[in-house]
């Protein structure tokens, strides 16, 4: 298994922009906790987004990151728990051709894929993995530049 440090997906010329299209049901934290997904430990705060996507997936999305990525779906409001849809915004993702490893944000969860799963990067320094049959599933390419 290789393990991925200071990766910088702008700049690999296999990386492509998507935009996931999910509708997913989110809890939001009572108490900090640790949520097991399938990639490895997601460690949330109170008040952050336990969230379980439309194939099953579950994983948690801090506060700030989940208010400015998902949108209520009503009768549902903001901050409630319930069904909520994520904005069409761009990430840079790439299909790994072998086992790797990568920690979640620096000095955060570290998180582990199996060879074909897509190493996706939401910001500079900010990363997640999704297995294959999921992201063809709830993704598509984007013109994003």
Known sequence: MIELKQVDL??????????KEELVQVAFAKAEGELVSLEGPNCYGIGDALVTGSTGSRWCVSRE?????YDPVPPCRAGQDGPYRNKPVPVLAKQMKEAFSIARSAGGDILSG???????????GDFGITQDSRFRQVYRRSQQA
């Open 10 to 19: 702008s700049r690999d010329p296999d990386a492509r922009w998507y935009v």
């Open 114 to 124: 199996a060879s074909g799963d897509w190493l996706m990067q939401y910001a500079p």
């Open 65 to 69: 990151r989940f208010n400015s990525r």
